[in-house]
């Protein structure tokens, strides 16, 4: 015999709090990424730093790219700030979820709500970011170094998706829901 305690949907507290340590992870994976952009952005790398990043793809068949056609596309990408907007976009996605990550962890709605929202700027950000910067090195750069630049665009979408998914998760989940809403008790009397 089935008995209303046994339909009861008990919250789960264990999702929301393995989640959250997740996110916190990947908030500082995602900081790295947008700092690297913003110094990309502001300096740039040295002709010396140039050599040595285009050795590997300048070694495999194809047209290789020389360190002025690498000026030439750094220029493009800072004038449509292509690193600009893909570092800050992640930058404000890691402070997002850096502070929304301690909140979800003490099973606080609003924690979720950052996480998602800071996911969804990274999300955003990142591809339109990287899709100026890919378009920058269909124009100056050699056949290796095209390929590198349209995987990013790809891979900038799929990891900050998944970032998504996995912040938003505490939303959507029916039992992790209820550990995230405030404790209600009710209380029947026998007379």
């Excluded at 004038?79 to 606080?108: D, I, K, T």
């Excluded at 390929?147 to 790809?154: A, N, R």
């Amino acid at each position: 015999m089935i008995q209303a305690s046994d339909l009861e949907v008990r919250p789960d507290e264990k999702g929301p709090k393995n989640l959250a340590i997740l996110l916190l992870l990947s908030s500082l994976i995602v900081a790295g990424m947008g700092w690297q952009d913003w110094q990309l952005h502001n300096d740039g790398l040295s002709d010396e730093q140039i050599e040595t990043f285009l050795a590997t793809p300048n070694s495999q068949p194809g047209e290789p790219t020389t360190v002025e056609q690498y000026r030439d596309f750094e220029a493009d990408v800072r004038e449509n700030n292509g690193y600009l907007l893909r570092g800050v976009s992640l930058m404000l996605a890691s402070v997002c979820l850096l502070v929304g990550a301690p909140m979800l962890y003490r099973l606080q709605r609003r924690g979720a709500h950052l996480c998602t929202a800071g996911a969804l700027i990274g999300l955003f950000g990142g591809v339109v970011g990287s899709m100026t910067i890919n378009s920058a090195a269909q124009t100056y750069l050699g056949d290796a170094m095209k390929l590198t630049y349209e995987i990013w665009v790809y891979l900038c979408g799929t990891m900050m998706g998944l970032c998504l998914a996995v912040a938003v998760l505490p939303l959507l989940n029916a039992r992790a829901r209820i550990a995230l809403h405030p404790r209600v008790a009710i209380v029947h009397e026998e007379e």
